[in-house]
């Protein structure tokens, strides 16, 4: 199959679960002591209810649940929330949110807020004009949390991303070639997520070459590809919402010793990060797999960033895999694992693969092969 031809697995992907989740965020508001929720985050918005519009805020009270949205979202917002069998209600206004958004939550006197989604100005908006008469709280990363386990048609969706990401780079591949721009490299595997299904590209696809892939997150420019070039090319597709992610890194033609040294240091450190991946490890631990595997090839100081990530309707989202993380992982998670060196004078590295934590460890989610040698014609 190439990458123009839809993928078969969007054509049947498994119903998503939404309907259950309220109750799940009305246990963990409860436990935080707090009588009701007011969820801002789009993508919080959109896993809650079904809801993918632009514009919205969700009540949630121990009884009720109601989207208030406006005209734009007057057909859509009732259909999307009935076709994920979500019990809500939904108010369409464009002037009066506040005076909805309060009747919304009733009797309600101690109402938290997004902490992480919710800015100085609107918080201003919440307390002087559309709720004044209750006792404002905060939540961090509640709702992420629940978000973290993905259920058999998150992780479908995740692993069709993937797959197109697989077929659209396997197609760009005889492309990476001298005299192509890291631009326009960019632009075609777009196009050919799309083609293959996509809704459009995760995040800003990376492509860096030569001097720029010591960048490790450099943007593509003007800058075309020549002999002997290092390339990264970080990408990652949606599918319904849910994205993927991952890194291939390429060399134009044959790579030297110092190149090797880089491409077979970081694939082993990424094979050891992802053999320490099981439910009740440590993220840190994935990290440190990952740091000491680099540390015996002289190349630990070199490792710049932090090792992964969750991936999900976000490109990043909890939890964190880097030294500094508290988080252990669960069954459920989707998470990458990418370490990376970036060496100035010889260019950077990067490996990353998608992968989902199940109770025997690691499934892989992103399977293109990692053959960094490009023949230059």
């Given at each position: ?93 464009t002037?009066e ?25 609107q ?45 659209a ?22 196009a ?37 070039d290092l ?41 050891a ?12 631990e ?8 680099l ?42 694992v ?6 100035d ?33």
């Open positions: 199959m190439t990458a123009g031809a839809p993928h078969r697995e969007i054509e049947s992907l498994p119903e998503m679960a939404v309907s259950g989740r309220a109750e799940r965020v009305r246990r963990a508001v409860a436990d935080a002591g707090h009588d009701a929720l007011v969820v801002t985050r789009l993508t919080n918005i959109r896993w809650l209810t079904g809801f993918t519009g632009s514009a919205g805020i969700v009540a949630v009270t121990p009884d009720r649940m109601t989207l208030v949205t406006d005209g734009r979202y007057d057909s859509q917002a009732g259909s999307e929330l009935a076709a994920a069998r979500v019990d809500a209600d939904v108010e369409i206004t002037t949110v506040g005076h909805r958004l309060r009747a919304a939550l009733g009797d309600s006197k101690r109402v938290a807020l997004e902490a992480d989604d919710v800015t100085w100005t918080l201003e908006k919440f307390q002087e004009h559309w709720l004044p008469d209750v006792e404002l709280g905060a939540t961090s990363g509640l709702v992420a949390e629940l978000r973290r386990a993905k259920d058999d048609g998150e992780v479908a969706r995740i692993r069709a991303a993937a797959t197109i990401t697989d077929r780079l396997a197609d760009l591949r005889p492309r990476i070639e001298p005299g192509i721009s890291e631009h326009h490299l960019g632009l075609e595997l777009d050919a997520m799309r083609r293959a299904g996509a809704s459009g590209p995760a995040f800003e696809t990376i492509v860096v070459s030569g001097p720029n892939s010591a960048l490790p997150h450099g943007r593509p420019g003007p800058r075309t590809l020549v002999e002997g390339v990264i090319i970080d990408a990652g597709a949606v599918v319904d919402g849910y994205r993927s992610d991952m890194t291939r890194t390429f060399v134009v033609g044959e790579p030297d010793d110092d190149q090797t040294r880089l491409l077979d240091a970081v694939q082993a450190a990424q094979e990060g992802i053999a320490a991946i099981g439910p009740g490890v440590a993220a840190a994935v990290d440190a797999a990952c740091r000491d595997a540390g015996e090839a002289g190349l630990a100081e070199r490792f710049t960033h932090g090792t992964g990530h969750g991936v999900g309707l976000d490109i990043h989202e909890l939890p964190s895999i880097s030294r500094r993380s508290k988080a252990v992982l669960a069954i459920g998670d989707v998470v990458t990418e370490p990376g060196v970036y060496v004078e010889v260019g950077g590295v990067r490996w990353e693969d998608l992968v989902h934590v199940t109770a025997d460890g690691a499934d892989i989610l992103t399977r293109s092969p990692k053959q960094p040698a490009i023949a230059v014609p």
